[in-house]
């Protein structure tokens, strides 16, 4: 007991960050998405509405602290209109949505006047499209027949190339991949995530999809880079507004923004590579 206790401190120590406590809430995240998508998928459009709302927060928060005006309850409303016209007609009605809201959002920054307009307006639109925007293409993953399964291998796919980029990272990572950006990500660590993600790809695609199952595997080479890609833009953005965390709702993870920001970049790219298989394979 006293040599695991003793690893798990270590392990804490490299993470910068409590490794149990991460695992726990990691693994009630994905309980969670299973049983919203398994009892009425309309829950699940509710769970990712939440959970964008609480993302709207911490970043409206974030910018605030910066001297940048961002308003949460606008976005807090467009993120309500995006996700119904994402649910209710598919890519087209989400693009036609963000469309309508962008001006909208823009309106409402310009009542406090011209001053600090331009970067109160690009931070509206940035925030517009990172969240909301993006955040659609995961309702787009549940419309179909097949939307539990979609959304259980895109989660299995994130899930890998986050859980064990992190574990590899953390037991073996010497060489730092991006260190002015995130110091505690190594190269290593990547290559945990390119194999396992692999591996998770493969087996979701054969068994849950019934697709190919080295469509699996390019589909898990496109997710690492995507979601590492989003990690490493959102711990830029973590770094230029000097904080560690976007919020302290999840321990061992954050805020919403730092469980979501894998996620975010992820969802167009699957939703996208499902589509191109189901129309030309």
Same mark, same amino acid.
């Given at each position: 007991m006293d040599d695991f206790h003793a690893i798990n401190e270590e392990i804490n120590r490299r993470a910068g960050r409590k490794f149990i406590p991460s695992i726990v809430v990691g693994l009630s995240l994905v309980a969670l998405v299973w049983f919203a998508l398994a009892f009425r998928r309309e829950v699940f459009v509710l769970l990712v509405a939440i959970a964008v709302a609480l993302g709207v927060r911490e970043i409206t928060r974030a910018f605030s602290s910066a001297g940048v005006f961002v308003s949460p309850r606008a976005l807090v409303i467009a993120t309500c209109g995006l996700c119904f016209a994402s649910w209710q007609g598919g890519v087209a009605a989400l693009a036609v949505a963000t469309a309508i809201f962008f001006p909208i959002l823009l309106i409402d920054v310009l009542r406090r006047g011209p001053e600090g307009f331009v970067k109160n307006a690009t931070a509206t639109t940035l925030s517009l499209i990172y969240?909301?925007?993006? @955040?659609?293409?995961?309702?787009?993953? @549940?419309?179909?027949?097949?939307?539990?399964?979609? /959304?259980? %291998?895109?989660?299995?796919?994130?899930?890998?190339?986050?859980?064990?980029?992190?574990? &590899?990272? /953390?037991? !073996? +990572?010497?060489?730092?991949?991006?260190?002015?950006?995130?110091?505690?990500?190594?190269?290593?660590?990547?290559?945990?995530? /390119?194999?396992? %993600?692999? &591996?998770? +790809?493969?087996? #979701?695609?054969?068994?849950?999809?019934?697709?190919?199952?080295?469509?699996? @595997?390019?589909?898990?080479?496109?997710? /690492?880079?995507?979601? %590492?890609? +989003?990690?490493? !833009?959102? #711990? @830029?953005?973590?770094?230029?507004?000097?904080?560690?965390?976007?919020?302290?709702?999840?321990? +061992?993870?954050?805020?919403?923004?730092?469980?979501?920001?894998? &996620?975010?970049? #992820?969802?167009?790219?699957?939703?996208?590579?499902?589509?191109? &298989?189901?129309?030309?394979?």
């Open positions: 969240l909301p925007f993006l @955040a659609g293409f995961l309702i787009l993953l @549940a419309r179909p027949h097949d939307g539990l399964h979609q /959304v259980m %291998t895109f989660v299995i796919l994130v899930g890998c190339n986050d859980t064990f980029g992190y574990l &590899v990272g /953390v037991l !073996i +990572g010497r060489h730092p991949l991006v260190p002015k950006i995130s110091p505690k990500k190594t190269w290593e660590g990547l290559a945990g995530s /390119v194999i396992f %993600t692999i &591996v998770g +790809g493969s087996f #979701s695609f054969h068994y849950l999809l019934h697709i190919h199952w080295w469509l699996g @595997a390019l589909a898990g080479i496109m997710i /690492v880079f995507t979601a %590492t890609s +989003g990690d490493l !833009i959102e #711990s @830029a953005m973590k770094r230029d507004f000097s904080l560690k965390d976007m919020g302290t709702l999840l321990p +061992g993870h954050g805020g919403a923004l730092d469980r979501l920001d894998s &996620v975010l970049l #992820s969802a167009p790219a699957m939703w996208l590579a499902l589509e191109l &298989v189901k129309r030309y394979l």
